[in-house]
């Protein structure tokens, strides 16, 4: 079994930055996919970016060039990094888990799932 705790979440005007964290249990964390999703209210969860146990980066268009995805399998956790952020990128963020080596857009493709953490970006 493996637990996800978010971190790092909060308020912040546009354009400004935050740098959100994903720890994980277990001693299997470098054998598995991450992913960032988020979900903003009256919406459903959607994909923000994946990476594969390798470093292998993918990202949703609406953050790409803005956002950066980063593990370090030594610390058991995994980073986004938000640039330039936008009144849209208001959600709650959750990091997400793949029992596989591969990653993927697709929520229902992971296995573990943290309690999310709320990013709010004021105009």
């Known amino acids: 079994q493996v637990q996800l705790v978010e971190s790092g979440g909060g308020l912040v005007q546009a354009g400004g930055s935050l740098r959100l964290s994903c720890a994980a249990s277990?001693?299997?964390?470098?054998?598995?996919?991450m992913g960032w999703f988020r979900q903003a209210p009256g919406n459903e969860r959607e994909f923000v970016a994946a990476?594969?146990?390798?470093?292998?980066?993918s990202y949703a268009g609406s953050v790409k060039g803005r956002f950066t995805i980063s593990r370090d399998n030594a610390k058991n956790t995994v980073y986004l990094q938000m640039d330039n952020l936008k009144p849209a990128d208001t959600a709650i963020y959750y990091c997400?888990?793949?029992?596989?080596?591969?990653?993927?857009?697709?929520?229902?493709?992971?296995?573990?799932w943290g309690q999310g953490t709320q990013v709010t970006v004021s105009s």
């Open positions: 277990g001693r299997t964390f470098g054998n598995y996919a």
């Open positions: 997400a888990g793949r029992r596989s080596a591969f990653s993927s857009n697709r929520e229902r493709e992971y296995d573990y």
């Open positions: 990476i594969t146990w390798s470093g292998g980066t």
